[in-house]
């Protein structure tokens, strides 16, 4: 193979490596008693472990997923249509994986656009499938992606789940959502919980974890922040 074709893998659109992750059976119970509602919010502090929940069980359960790393350009929301594009054409292939593209004739109308967009990628994904969208927070509250979210992830089928994972909780943009019941939540209570039961040998690996996690705030680092 020439590797001169090989494109590198997206940052954005990459699952953190979950190795070495202390299993949190009662907190991976608990999300697949969520998974009966379609979207799943997880939020909590950072450095509350809340990236390495996501990825450790998907792993663990051997799920499928789309991940997608939200960051400020998404509050344009052509830019989040195209790289989510890109991450459903890695995930699939083929024609299959084709999508609408984002145009600026459709700003005018963003929901609706939302709406088929979603609709098109939910029909393509397998079964049991996850779209994961992290660090939720750095979409600025202004930005229109809130509209299309709300109207996109209202097309979520039976079957098919979106987890968000954030630092606060869902935005009123996505109410009627909340309102039709479609929205579990985790909070922070229940991860510290979670934390609190564990053996002390996993406790104070966690709190190892936490207090890295704090000192790296203090400086400039690369890579995520759960």
């Known amino acids: 193979m020439d590797v001169r074709t090989v494109q590198p893998r997206l940052a954005k659109l990459t699952r953190p490596r979950s190795e070495g992750l202390f299993p949190r059976a009662r907190l991976f119970a608990q999300l697949d008693e969520t998974r009966a509602r379609p979207i799943v919010w997880l939020s909590a502090p950072p450095g509350a472990g809340k990236t390495s929940l996501v990825a450790s069980y998907l792993e663990a359960r051997k799920l499928r997923a789309l991940w997608y790393q939200l960051d400020s350009a998404d ?48 029909s393509r994904l397998p079964l049991g499938c996850i779209l994961v969208l992290d660090n939720y927070q750095d979409v600025p509250e202004s930005s229109q992606l809130h509209l299309a979210l709300q109207s996109g992830l209202e097309e979520t089928p039976t079957g098919l789940n979106v987890i968000a994972v954030s630092r606060s909780g869902p935005p009123a943009e996505l109410s009627r959502l909340r309102a039709a019941q479609r929205v579990a939540l985790i909070e922070w209570d229940q991860l510290r919980l979670s934390l609190r039961r564990q053996p002390t040998s996993r406790r104070l690996s966690s709190n190892c974890r936490r207090r890295r996690c704090r000192r790296s705030l203090s400086r400039p680092m690369a890579g995520r922040q759960a």
């Not at 929301?77 to 699939?92: V, W």
């Open 75 to 122: 509050a344009d929301p052509a830019a989040f249509f195209y790289y989510l594009r890109i991450a459903a054409a890695e995930l699939l292939h083929g024609k299959k994986a084709v999508l609408p593209l984002f145009s600026q004739e459709h700003a005018s109308d963003i929901a609706g656009f939302a709406r088929l967009y979603f609709r098109e990628l939910f």
